[in-house]
């Protein structure tokens, strides 16, 4: 089976730094992305990792290790519009390209 | 601007009935999805399609079905909604070859009483 695991919420200050992590275990592997969702409105794109390493975009990285099963999503100087729900998702094999395979989302809170 | 366009934001229906979820993106993407959205659980895949005519089941395809009859539009059919199919509803599409992953529709909530 398939399984995909992230917090299901997390709460940081205004201009602090948070990560958020994801396991995974797929049949087949083929690319980590993150998407952003802020309630009420569709996901968007925010990174995307097919190699071991750090992908950075401005105030957000994301990082990959396919030999652990594991990606982070570090939001650095967070700002109020962060607060949104961010979602692991995983390509599972090349034969069914797009296809992907979703975690249930991690809320994050930003305080003032 | 690209976009998916889903052709309802909120439905609400009535048990049995069935019910036609439309989908339009003006891509020319191959690929196009239907997920449903269910606090705790997450994107769950109902239905995918990789060109006209075809489709392939996702991971919760029960009592629903499919038709993609051109290239751009992905319809979603409830054939007798049921009050578990409350949900909401997004699809999506992508272009073979394509790492930005999905451009998602804005999503129909719909409600089944």
């Known amino acids: 089976g398939q399984n995909i695991d992230q917090p299901t919420e997390m709460t940081a200050t205004e201009g602090a730094i948070v990560q958020i992590n994801c396991t995974y275990q797929?049949?087949?592997?083929?690319?980590l992305f993150w998407y952003q969702q802020h309630a009420g409105e569709a996901p968007t794109f925010l990174s995307y990792?097919?190699?071991?390493g750090l992908e950075e975009k401005g105030r957000f990285s994301s990082f990959l290790s396919r030999s652990k099963g594991y990606s982070y999503l570090l939001l650095k100087e967070l700002q109020m519009k962060d607060s949104a729900s961010y979602l692991c998702?995983?390509?599972?094999?090349?034969?069914?390209?797009?296809?992907?395979?979703f975690g249930a989302g991690t809320q994050v809170v930003v305080t003032p | 601007d690209v976009k998916v366009t889903q052709s309802s934001r909120y439905l609400v229906k009535r048990t049995g009935e069935k019910v036609f979820l439309e989908c339009v993106q003006d891509?020319?993407?191959?690929?196009m999805f239907w997920y449903r959205q269910d606090p705790g659980l997450g994107l769950r895949l109902i239905y995918f399609?990789?060109?006209?005519?075809?489709?392939e089941k996702g991971d919760i395809p029960e009592g629903y079905s499919v038709s993609r009859e051109k290239k751009e539009r992905f319809s979603l059919i409830l054939e007798s909604a049921s009050t578990n199919q409350t949900s909401m509803y997004l699809c999506?599409?992508?272009?073979?070859?394509?790492?930005?992953?999905?451009?998602f529709g804005s999503g129909t909530r719909l409600t089944v009483v």
């Open positions: 999506a599409s992508t272009q073979t070859g394509d790492n930005y992953g999905y451009t």
């Open positions: 797929t049949s087949g592997f083929n690319g």
């Open positions: 998702a995983v390509r599972g094999d090349t034969d069914s390209w797009g296809k992907l395979q």
């Open positions: 399609s990789y060109d006209v005519k075809m489709k």
């Open positions: 891509m020319d993407h191959e690929n």
């Open positions: 990792n097919v190699l071991d």
